[in-house]
Every structure is written in C-alpha cells, then in structure tokens.
C-alpha cells in the first residue's frame, strides 16, 4: 500500500447529528488518497453506526481515558507524512487539505499550518463570536502570529495541518489541565517549529453550547492564563520582570499566575491620575496610573485588557511614547 500524504485525525463523541456532514465534507475534498483516523471517544449514541457504514475509514474504540488520550492513540495510527485535525460537528471546504499539503510542501519553515474561518450555527452568532472570527481571520502572516500569539490561540484547532515530525518531536499532546490546542502551538513557538495561515477560509466551524471548548474545566479562564504565564516566562520575560497593563479581573490573573511562576510584578497600569474608584494594588502590586509609567520599563509590559475598544488606545498611547510593540510590550488578551 502506498503511504498517504495526509492522515486526518479526526475524534468525536456522541456527534451522530454531524457527523455525516462532517464525513461529507471530507470525501469531497479534492486532495485524493486521504487517510481518515476516526476516533470514537466513549459515544452512546448513533456514531459509531454511522462509521460502520462508511468505508475507507480507520477507526479506533477508545471509550477510557482523556480526550487528549484519544488524540495520542489517534495519532499513533496517522501514517500521512502531514497530519491534519478535523472534529465531527465541523465542515472542510474542498480544497482546503490540497492547499495546506501544497503550501507545507512549498514552506519546509513551516511545521504546523492553520486556515481562516467561517463561523456559523443554528441561531445567530453572538456579537462576541463575530468578533473573533474578525481577529483570528485577521491573524495571518508569521509576523502577525508572533505579534499575537498571547492574545488566544491563533491557529483554530480543526484547521489544523501539521508535519509528522512536529507531533513526534513534542511527543504528540499533552497536560490535560490545559487546553490542549493552544498548548501545543505554544510549544511549537518554544522549540521553534513555525507557524503560519492559509489567508483564505476553508472550514466552516460550527459554534454550539455542547461544544467541548465551552463545557471542559481546561478551556476556563484560568487554565487559559495559567498557560499563558508559563509560555510569557519562556518566551518573552526570560527571567526579567514583568509590567501588567490592566488591573482589572483579567490583569488580576495574569498577576497571579505569573508570580506562581516565580516571575516578579513590578507594577500594574491602572485608571488615569485623578480617577476615583480604581485599585491601588493587585497581588500586592502597586497600581500606577498611565501618566506615572517609567520611560525605562524594568520589564516587558504585558497589556491584559478584557475591552476591544481600549486596545487601540494602548496602542496609540505605548506608540506616542515610543515603545515597540513587540519587543518592549505586547497584547495578552
């Protein structure tokens, strides 16, 4: 049997209603001679008869353990040289795994490639989710990732195509305390492996309350920062202080899950001199206003601010006193 190019690992659990679709979409794809690694993680419902009926497929029972378990074992039967991740309540544009595997072929710099998105679901998609799709749609070039890779994961995880060599040198997924995508870029980013975009959306990715990112304990807020600590303490505070910008409840994390991580806060931006009502420490961080930041930072300064609309404010502000985004500061949330 020849080798397939792409192996796309794809678990689910009890997605009888996708399913299909999801398969559907799949054996449209232009990219032919695929390899399709279904893993049925503990369903109870029609699934696993809907596999049946369809032929072509691997397919592995894995009704114990982790959904993180169940992509190890997945991934251990991915023969493809590329490994692309696809979940069940998701659709792939045709083209989509042929334009991923032709542009790691022509990008060996590049180990894990992700695509832009089209949101959609049986209701109206929150104003909230809009504005993602607008963020991480916009989050394309290498530049752009770097810039933004503290803000949230900017590589969707069902877009996913990666090279077998960078889930075999990360030892495939890990930690399930975190979530488990934005994890694995981090450590693509730490051992340098790159990353990049597709600017065009060739997935349609459905948003639904049973979603298992808005229903497991490590995709909350504080498994979100406690990450993001240990990786901004890694990659952008290499043992120096740290500033935080923000003192609200999202600053008031970060600090916390930075100073577990042995890093040293020394100050937070607060309300503007003169203000009423705003904290004057957090952690045991003094907050300063705007008007009192230092023209020689001690550290990197960390913007983590929950309000899109103040972000241009910050940017405009760090800018007219010359510091680099990027090197000096950076977005965090």
Same mark, same amino acid.
């Given at each position: 049997?020849?080798?397939?190019?792409?192996?796309?690992?794809?678990?689910?659990?009890?997605?009888?209603?996708?399913?299909?679709?999801?398969?559907?979409?799949?054996?449209?794809?232009?990219?032919?001679?695929?390899?399709?690694?279904?893993?049925?993680?503990?369903?109870?419902?029609?699934?696993?008869?809907?596999?049946?009926?369809?032929?072509?497929?691997?397919?592995?029972?894995?009704?114990?353990?982790?959904?993180?378990?169940?992509?190890?074992?997945?991934?251990?039967?991915?023969?493809?040289?590329?490994?692309?991740?696809?979940?069940?309540?998701?659709?792939?544009?045709?083209?989509?795994?042929?334009?991923?595997?032709?542009?790691?072929?022509?990008?060996?710099?590049?180990?894990?490639?992700?695509?832009? *998105?089209?949101?959609?679901?049986?209701?109206? @998609?929150?104003? %909230?989710? $809009?504005?993602?799709? !607008?963020?991480?749609? =916009? #989050?394309?070039?290498?530049?752009?990732?770097?810039?933004?890779?503290?803000?949230?994961?900017?590589?969707?995880?069902?877009?996913?195509?990666?090279?077998?060599?960078?889930?075999?040198?990360?030892?495939?997924?890990?930690?399930?305390?975190?979530?488990?995508?934005?994890?694995?870029?981090?450590?693509?980013?730490?051992?340098?492996?790159?990353?990049?975009?597709?600017?065009?959306?060739?997935?349609?990715?459905?948003?639904?309350?049973?979603?298992?990112?808005?229903?497991?304990?490590?995709?909350?807020?504080?498994?979100?920062?406690?990450?993001?600590?240990?990786?901004?303490?890694?990659?952008?505070?290499?043992?120096?202080?740290?500033?935080?910008?923000?003192?609200?409840?999202?600053?008031?994390?970060?600090?916390?899950?930075?100073?577990?991580?042995? *890093?040293?806060?020394?100050?937070?931006?607060? @309300?503007?001199? %003169?203000? $009423?009502?705003?904290? !004057?420490?957090?952690? =045991? #961080?003094?907050?300063?206003?705007?008007?009192?930041?230092?023209?020689?930072?001690?550290?990197?300064?960390?913007?983590?601010?929950?309000?899109?609309?103040?972000?241009?404010?910050?940017?405009?502000?760090?800018?007219?006193?010359?510091?680099?985004?990027?090197?000096?500061?950076?977005?965090?949330?």
């Amino acid at each position: 049997m020849t080798r397939p190019l792409v192996s796309v690992l794809l678990p689910l659990r009890n997605a009888a209603d996708t399913l299909g679709e999801c398969l559907d979409s799949l054996e449209a794809q232009t990219l032919r001679g695929l390899q399709i690694v279904a893993v049925d993680h503990g369903s109870t419902d029609a699934s696993a008869g809907i596999l049946g009926k369809r032929t072509g497929l691997t397919v592995l029972r894995h009704p114990d353990g982790s959904l993180l378990d169940a992509l190890n074992a997945g991934l251990a039967l991915c023969e493809g040289r590329y490994i692309a991740r696809m979940d069940a309540d998701d659709r792939c544009l045709p083209r989509r795994l042929e334009a991923q595997a032709a542009f790691l072929d022509a990008h060996p710099e590049a180990a894990l490639c992700g695509t832009q *998105v089209r949101l959609f679901s049986g209701d109206a @998609l929150s104003e %909230g989710y $809009l504005a993602y799709q !607008t963020w991480v749609n =916009g #989050v394309v070039s290498a530049a752009d990732i770097q810039r933004e890779l503290f803000v949230e994961c900017p590589l969707p995880h069902p877009t996913w195509m990666a090279r077998r060599e960078a889930f075999e040198r990360l030892g495939g997924y890990r930690d399930d305390s975190l979530p488990e995508d934005y994890h694995f870029v981090l450590r693509c980013a730490q051992a340098g492996l790159g990353l990049a975009k597709l600017a065009e959306v060739l997935l349609d990715w459905r948003e639904h309350p049973q979603r298992h990112s808005r229903s497991h304990p490590r995709y909350n807020r504080h498994a979100f920062f406690r990450l993001k600590a240990k990786f901004l303490d890694a990659l952008v505070l290499k043992g120096r202080p740290a500033c935080v910008w923000g003192a609200g409840e999202r600053a008031r994390l970060l600090i916390r899950y930075l100073q577990a991580e042995g *890093v040293k806060v020394a100050w937070a931006v607060g @309300l503007p001199q %003169g203000s $009423l009502g705003g904290p !004057t420490e957090a952690h =045991g #961080v003094p907050v300063i206003a705007p008007e009192a930041v230092p023209k020689d930072l001690p550290g990197p300064l960390l913007a983590c601010v929950g309000s899109p609309g103040v972000k241009p404010e910050i940017k405009a502000w760090m800018s007219a006193r010359g510091f680099k985004e990027g090197d000096e500061w950076l977005f965090v949330s």
